[in-house]
């Protein structure tokens, strides 16, 4: 079984930053895509940011520029670092992790940015 285990999530002023970690834990030979997703009320889950095995990265429209995904292999962990915030970006966000056959989700992390 696969464990993701979220953290980082919190509010923050727009313009503030925050960083998102994900660690994965069990048993899985190779990762083959781990990355962010996030769904705001109403909306559907869309793509935040991820990373493939060889280390390329792709990100959603909305957050280019102003987030920054990067991984620690050693310890399988994701990280997100989100810039510029602003109330658009108030979502719960999940991490994702894909092997060979499955798909694993976090159990997602609220982000809130208001003043």
């Known amino acids: 079984q696969v464990q993701l285990v979220e953290s980082g999530g919190g509010l923050v002023r727009p313009g503030g930053s925050l960083r998102l970690s994900c660690a994965a834990s069990g048993s899985f030979f190779r990762i083959n895509v781990m990355g962010w997703y996030r769904q705001a009320p109403g909306k559907q889950r869309e793509l935040v940011a991820v990373?493939?095995?060889?280390?390329?990265?792709n990100y959603g429209d909305s957050v280019k520029g102003r987030f920054t995904i990067s991984r620690d292999n050693d310890k399988n962990t994701v990280y997100l670092q989100m810039n510029s915030l602003n109330p658009e970006d108030t979502a719960v966000y999940y991490c994702?992790?894909?092997?060979?056959?499955?798909?694993?989700w976090g159990q997602g992390t609220q982000v809130t940015v208001s003043s």
């Open positions: 990373m493939f095995s060889g280390g390329s990265t």
């Open positions: 994702n992790l894909e092997v060979v056959g499955r798909s694993y």
